[in-house]
C-alpha cells in the first residue's frame, strides 16, 4: 500500500529564511519540517555524542560530516510523523547528500517533488543573521526588527527564552557559513535544476508573500485541461455561461500570476549568483 508522500527541500543561504517558511509550510501541506540544524541543535540541548560532535563543526560554521548527517535526517525521515513525508531545511547541502537523498527515497518508491531556493542578496543576508533570535525550546524563529516576539525574550508560541544562537553572534563564524555555502550548495541548485525541479523564488519580500509565491510555484498546475474544454463543447447556451464563469475568476487569476511573476526570479539572475561561487 504504497502512499503518496511530499518530500519539498527548502534551499538558501544562512538567513534567506528556510526556518521561518518551513514552520509556515507545514501547516499548509500537512506534512513536518525535518531542519538537520534544529537536530543538531537538539541532540547538542541533550549532551549527546552527536550533538557534542555537530557542535565543534558548527560553531567554526562548517558543515557537519556527511556520514553523521545523512544517517540522522534517515532516522528522522523512519519516524511515523513523517510517513507522508516531510519539508527539507538545511538538507541536502552538498551534492553527496542530494545523491544520498535520492538513492534513499528511491528505496521507498519516492522522490522529490520540488526545490524550493530563496535568493537574497548577502548584505540583507547579514542584517537577518545578526537580528535572528531563536527560543531555546521549540526553536521558533524571529528577528528583532522584522518579526519580534510580542514580549520581547519570551516565545510567543511556548513561553520559551528567546535567545540569539551561537553561531549567530560570531561575525566570523557567519560570514564562513556563508561562504561554504556559495561553495558547496551552488552545484546543488544546478542539480536540482538540471532534473527540473527547481523552484526560485524572491526571499527579499516578507514573511506571508515569500510564502503565498512559494504555494503558487509548488502547486501542479492543472490549467491545460481546463482551457481545452470550451473548445470541444459547441453548445451556444453553455458558451455564454462558460465565459461568465472566466470572466469572473480572470482578475484573481492575474493578480496572482503578476505577484508570481515578480517573485519568481528569472533564471538568467539566477543564472549570474550562481558563477559568483568559486571552483574547485
Ligand atoms: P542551520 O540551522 O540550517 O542554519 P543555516 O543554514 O545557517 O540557516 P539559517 O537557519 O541560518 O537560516 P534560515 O534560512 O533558516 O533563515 P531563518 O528562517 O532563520 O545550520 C546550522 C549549522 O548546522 C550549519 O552551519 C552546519 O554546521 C550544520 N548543518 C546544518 N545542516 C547541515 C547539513 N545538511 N550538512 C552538514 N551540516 C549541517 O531567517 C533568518 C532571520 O530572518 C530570522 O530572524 C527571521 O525572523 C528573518 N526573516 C525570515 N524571513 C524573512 C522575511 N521574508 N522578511 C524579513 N525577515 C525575515
Ligand atoms: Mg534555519
Ligand atoms: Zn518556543
Redesign the pocket.
Known amino acids: 500500500m504504497a502512499k503518496k508522500r511530499t518530500y519539498l527541500i527548502?534551499f538558501?543561504?544562512?538567513?534567506?529564511?528556510?526556518?521561518?517558511?518551513?514552520?509556515l509550510l507545514q501547516e499548509k501541506l500537512s506534512v513536518p519540517q525535518v531542519?538537520?540544524?534544529?537536530l543538531?541543535?537538539m541532540h547538542l540541548s541533550q549532551g549527546t555524542e552527536l550533538g557534542k560532535l555537530?557542535k565543534s563543526?558548527?560553531d567554526?560554521?562548517?558543515?557537519?560530516?556527511?556520514s553523521v548527517?545523512v544517517a540522522m535526517?534517515q532516522d528522522r525521515l523512519l519516524q511515523p510523523d513523517a510517513a507522508k513525508g516531510v519539508i527539507l531545511?538545511?538538507?541536502?547541502?552538498?551534492l553527496a547528500?542530494a545523491e544520498a537523498l535520492d538513492q534513499m527515497l528511491a528505496k521507498w518508491g519516492a522522490g522529490v517533488a520540488a526545490a524550493v531556493y530563496?535568493l537574497l542578496a548577502r548584505d540583507e543576508l547579514m542584517k537577518?543573521?545578526t537580528?535572528?533570535?531563536?527560543c531555546k525550546q521549540c526553536q521558533a524563529?524571529?528577528?528583532?526588527m522584522?518579526?519580534p516576539p510580542q514580549v520581547e525574550g519570551v516565545c510567543d508560541r511556548c513561553g520559551g527564552e528567546v535567545i540569539q544562537?551561537a553561531?549567530?553572534a560570531d561575525e566570523a563564524a557567519v560570514a564562513r557559513?556563508l561562504d561554504?555555502?556559495f561553495e558547496q550548495t551552488t552545484p546543488v541548485i544546478e542539480y536540482y535544476r538540471g532534473k527540473r525541479l527547481l523552484k526560485e523564488i524572491d526571499?527579499?519580500?516578507?514573511?506571508e508573500?515569500?510564502q503565498a509565491v512559494t504555494l503558487v510555484a509548488i502547486r501542479p498546475k492543472p490549467a491545460r485541461k481546463a482551457a481545452r474544454k470550451p473548445r470541444v463543447a459547441k453548445k451556444p447556451a453553455k458558451k455564454s455561461s462558460a465565459k461568465r464563469v472566466s470572466a469572473k475568476k480572470a482578475p484573481a487569476r492575474k493578480a496572482v500570476k503578476k505577484t508570481v511573476k515578480k517573485a519568481v526570479v528569472k533564471k538568467s539572475t539566477a543564472k549570474r549568483t550562481t558563477k559568483k561561487s568559486p571552483r574547485k
Not at 60 to 66: H, K, M
Open positions: 527548502l538558501g543561504a544562512q538567513g534567506s529564511g528556510k526556518g521561518t517558511q518551513a514552520r531542519a538537520t540544524g534544529d543538531f541543535r555537530a563543526y558548527m567554526r560554521g562548517e558543515l557537519v560530516p556527511d548527517t535526517v531545511d538545511g538538507f541536502p547541502r552538498n547528500q530563496l537577518r543573521i537580528g535572528r533570535r531563536t524563529v524571529y528577528h528583532v522584522f518579526n544562537r553561531d549567530d557559513r561554504i555555502y526571499g527579499s519580500l516578507g514573511i508573500q515569500v
